[in-house]
């Protein structure tokens, strides 16, 4: 699998956009970039994930370089509940299995 | 989004014995489950995927037979710590996999189940 590679920390102040960055420089054409977040003491949930344009939920954006070998998770304005570990993962497709990384331990300042 | 659920949320349980783990996808049917460990302050590890009505496959290094993995239904995964020790105190997570499109995948995960072997 293409590895991905983020800062072990980061800190954001609450109410403020936070861009997390995520590079992976050996991904392939059919890798999807996946960003998973997990909250103390519990599983990890779903943010967002896409291929090749940006793409935006409820929960956030994903900007995705145009090389694709790098992509920003962006959370437009931080609450405490954003505290968690973000996960950046890339998954090509076909292949069911999803493989963590360290991720990146956001704290948000209040 | 879709909801997996899991249970018991926590247990403890002495040296020796089993203890077994299940996970619920609630709105959703999975063809496909996966057993995750993770130590504390550790990644999540992947243990197996499940196929309904199939076999689990093992990563390398996960003893299929300490680690009883049954997918008999397409909601409903379960997994068993035989003979369980000190060694195996860690949180357990499931996740299962959903097809939102023809080709898009996505996995969502249960709340995770803390092992405590005494």
Not at chain 2, 43 to 57: D, P, R, V
Request: glycine share 6%; aromatic share 10%.
């Amino acid at each position: 699998d293409a590895k991905t590679t983020q800062p072990n920390s980061m800190e954001s102040n609450e109410e403020e956009p936070v861009h997390l960055p995520c590079n992976h420089s050996t991904i392939s054409g059919t890798d999807y970039i996946h960003w998973y977040r997990q909250l103390p003491s519990q599983g990890p949930e779903y943010v967002i994930h896409g291929l090749t344009s940006n793409v935006n939920n409820r929960m956030a954006s994903l900007a995705i370089a145009e090389d694709r070998k790098s992509s920003t998770l962006i959370l437009h304005r931080a609450t405490l509940r954003d505290a968690a570990v973000y996960y950046c993962i890339l998954r090509y497709f076909g292949n069911e299995k999803l493989t963590f990384g360290t991720g990146t331990r956001l704290t948000i300042i209040p | 989004g879709a909801v997996v659920s899991q249970h018991p949320s926590r247990v403890i349980c002495k040296s020796g014995t089993s203890v077994k783990i299940e996970c619920r996808s609630l709105d959703f049917q999975a063809t496909t489950m996966f057993w995750y460990r993770q130590f504390p302050k550790q990644s999540l590890m992947l243990m197996a995927t499940s196929n309904e009505g199939s076999k689990a496959t093992y990563e390398q290094g996960v003893e299929k037979d300490k680690f009883l993995i049954n997918h008999a239904s397409l909601t409903l995964s379960t997994l068993t710590v035989t003979s369980a020790h000190p060694e195996d105190s860690s949180f357990y997570i499931c996740s299962a996999r959903t097809q939102l499109a023809k080709y898009q995948e996505t996995q969502y995960f249960g709340p995770g189940t803390r092992l405590l072997v005494l």
